[in-house]
């Protein structure tokens, strides 16, 4: 990873897993990190955490130690999205890599989130879609922004099925995840066809970590023969979230990494190994799906993304 002193960085869902990994590495690497999370808490004791791992190797170039601070923000709430993005915003302050990594899986019973959507797709998709269009103004306000989605090898299974897009008609805890996830990798590509269109500097990679042992695997519904399987007798497939975390970092950092690529693990299936370019499923890339359920995000969600034209 190069030096990213004088950038600043946004990670949500930072306080475990992959975002906490790949917040402590870009602190580590001279980036300011905003860890974004939803329990004030829990955000705490990842902060002291964070600040103690970083230190260790930390790149310094002209800093005497890693800086990052917490915040609030919750992507299951459109109100806390609002108020983070508006509190950002007053600081007058670029940002440089915003990482879109909070999420949910598999919930064993259909929940909403506070605005009423299906708490997987509301939360993996439209909260991180909210979120973008928000911060897009002081994206634009660096000299190289980047926003990283996180996705799952999950998409392959997926299928945007616009008048379910909610589960109201059949909830499955697998089936909910996997459209998010799909939803998440249309999502980053269509943003990077948009900034492409209008000649915008905005750089949008997908990523996914491949099998990582998260708290996001080990709090699924432990009763199903999926989860079971990861962490039964393949769990030698299974990665660390520490190397989980190359890929959204190599996404987030790497000058090698270009806008519209999908990262992921090099190895056996996908499902661990060293970050390099991916195939998405063939539907990932569909444009006119895309287009769609952006504009059906921008209803639900009544977030924009300005400065970047329809296509």
Same mark, same amino acid.
């Not at 002081?138 to 306000?141: E, F, H, K, R, S």
């Not at 030698?236 to 660390?240: C, E, G």
């Not at 969600?301 to 034209?309: E, Q, S, W």
């Given at each position: 990873?190069p030096s990213?002193?004088?950038k600043?960085?946004?990670?949500?869902g930072a306080?475990?897993?992959?975002?906490?990994?790949?917040a402590?590495?870009?602190a /580590?690497?001279?980036?300011h990190?905003?860890?974004?999370v939803?329990?004030v808490?829990?955000?705490h004791?990842?902060?002291?955490?964070?600040l /103690?791992?970083a230190?260790?190797?930390?790149v310094?170039?002209g800093?005497?130690?890693?800086?990052?601070e917490?915040a609030?923000?919750?992507?299951?709430?459109?109100?806390?999205i609002r108020?983070f993005a508006?509190?950002?915003?007053?600081r007058?302050?670029a940002?440089?890599i915003?990482?879109?990594n909070a999420?949910?899986m598999a919930?064993p019973?259909?929940?909403?989130?506070?605005?009423?959507?299906e708490?997987?797709f509301?939360?993996?998709h439209?909260g991180?879609?909210? #979120?973008t269009g928000?911060?897009?103004p002081?994206?634009?306000?660096a000299a190289e922004?980047?926003?990283?989605?996180v996705?799952?090898l999950?998409?392959?299974?997926g299928k945007?099925e616009f008048d379910? !897009?909610q589960?109201? /008609?059949?909830y499955?805890?697998w089936?909910?995840?996997?459209?998010?996830?799909?939803a998440?990798l249309?999502?980053?590509?269509e943003?990077?066809?948009?900034a492409r269109a209008v000649?915008?500097?905005?750089?949008s990679i997908?990523?996914?970590p491949?099998?990582?042992?998260t708290n #996001?695997v080990?709090?699924g519904p432990g009763?199903?023969?999926?989860?079971n399987l #990861?962490f039964?007798p393949?769990r030698? #497939?299974?990665?660390?979230d520490?190397?989980?975390?190359?890929?959204?970092l190599?996404?987030a950092?790497?000058?090698?990494?270009?806008?519209?690529?999908?990262?992921g693990?090099d190895g056996?299936?996908?499902?661990?190994?060293h970050?390099?370019?991916?195939?998405?499923?063939?539907?990932?890339?569909d444009?006119?799906?895309a287009?769609?359920l952006?504009l059906?995000s921008?209803?639900l969600?009544?977030?924009?993304?300005?400065? !970047?034209?329809p296509?």
């Open positions: 990873m990213l002193v004088g600043t960085a946004l990670v949500t306080n475990s897993g992959i975002g906490y990994q790949a402590v590495e870009l /580590r690497h001279g980036a990190v905003v860890l974004g939803r329990d808490h829990k955000g004791d990842a902060l002291q955490n964070l /103690r791992e230190a260790i190797g930390h310094d170039q800093l005497t130690r890693p800086t990052a917490i609030l923000l919750d992507l299951a709430s459109l109100a806390s108020k508006i509190g950002f915003s007053a007058r302050q940002l440089d915003l990482v879109n999420g949910v919930l019973t259909r929940q909403l989130t506070e605005d009423g959507f708490r997987q509301g939360t993996n439209l991180h879609f909210a #979120l928000y911060m897009v002081q994206l634009l306000g922004p980047r926003v990283v989605t996705s799952s999950a998409h392959r299974n945007i379910n !897009l589960s109201e /008609r059949k499955t805890p089936k909910a995840y996997q459209n998010s996830k799909l998440n249309l999502f980053a590509f943003l990077d066809r948009r000649g915008s500097k905005l750089v997908a990523c996914h491949g099998i990582s042992q #996001l080990a709090s009763s199903d023969f999926k989860t #990861l039964g393949l030698f #497939l299974t990665s660390p520490s190397e989980g975390a190359e890929p959204t190599y996404a950092a790497n000058p090698d990494a270009h806008s519209g690529e999908y990262i693990p056996f299936l996908e499902f661990r190994g970050p390099r370019v991916v195939h998405a499923r063939k539907k990932a890339h444009p006119e799906v287009k769609r952006w059906v921008e209803q969600t009544g977030v924009t993304h300005r400065r !970047l034209a296509v």
